[in-house]
């Protein structure tokens, strides 16, 4: 392990990635935790180096665990610092001791038939609860406004318990555009909105299961644009039995996301 100062070129660097235009300039991203560097190296994610203070180092073996024996294998480098200088370059209250300094992954180009897109939803542990729960429910593919949260923040990866590693990240720059063209490959487009109403959707979209599905979430105040609205086959709002008006959008998400996963995944399209 090499140990560097924070004055050194490559941890100013590491420590500039906070700011989403440095993220974007660099094709660069981080994170901090074990459990997020396994699940990376799991996933054979794109690692450039681990950074790790040395009372995480010390306290933990590091040398002889089996994340440091990939990390070498590799030939991934791995930086220490003195916690004071670990402390200045996190951005947690109190931070673990390890972070994960990794490129953007590209996937490989494929037809997805279930995805979610994210319609300006500005939150960071919105976005990033929406992504775990997509990728429990078998979505491949999530599509993010401009607008909306990077998906390669911190806080969202952290919120995401690392499906952001598993799933196709892809941002949309025209919105209508790429919704015309889902639907243009026979994609149902489904809506969350208060301005829409509960369907049985068993009854109304099982015959539908072998196409494609999109299920577009919007702004945590706004909700969604009239033009996304327009252009959704179905929109949907959820029952309320008690007398909350409305949902936290990750919360509605959750809970539409799992009925279309039952239809989707059944045989036939019957749910058991």
């Known amino acids: 392990m090499r140990v ?9 660097t590491y420590a500039s990635l906070k700011r989403k235009k440095k993220r974007e300039e660099t094709g660069l991203f981080r994170f901090e935790g074990e459990t997020l560097l396994e699940e990376a190296l799991k996933f054979e ?11 995480w180092y010390k306290k933990n073996n590091f040398n002889n665990g089996e994340s440091y024996k990939l990390l070498k294998h590799r030939d991934i480098p791995v930086y220490g610092l003195i916690e004071k200088d670990y402390r200045s370059l996190s951005g947690l209250m109190s931070p673990e001791g390890v972070m994960v300094i990794a490129r953007h992954q590209s996937m490989p180009e494929k037809k997805h038939l279930f995805l979610v897109v994210l319609e300006d939803v ?17 979505v491949t593919q999530i599509v993010y406004t401009s607008k909306t949260a990077d998906p390669y923040n911190e806080k969202v990866i952290r919120a995401s318990m690392g499906s952001v590693f598993h799933l196709h990240l892809q941002q949309t720059e025209n919105l209508e555009e790429f919704l015309c063209g889902k ?4 994609a149902l487009v489904f809506a969350a909105s208060l301005q829409g109403k509960p369907y049985d959707m068993q009854q109304e979209i099982h015959r539908f299961r072998n196409k494609p599905w999109v299920l577009v979430v919007g702004n945590e105040s706004q909700g969604l644009t009239s033009s996304t609205e327009a252009l959704s086959d179905y929109l949907y709002k959820i029952s309320m039995y008690g007398y909350a008006e409305s949902l936290n959008v990750s919360v509605a998400t959750g809970i539409i996301l799992f009925e279309l996963a039952k239809i989707k995944n059944s045989d036939e399209g019957k749910v058991s």
Do not use: H
Not at 122 to 138: E, L
Not at 183 to 186: Q, W
């Open 183 to 186: 639907k243009k490959d026979g």
């Open 4 to 12: 560097l100062s924070r004055k050194n070129q490559i941890i100013k």
């Open 122 to 138: 500005q939150d960071p542990g919105n976005v990033g609860t929406i992504i775990r729960t997509a990728d429990a429910a078998g």
């Open 45 to 55: 994610l794109p690692i450039e180096a681990v950074v790790v203070s040395d009372t």
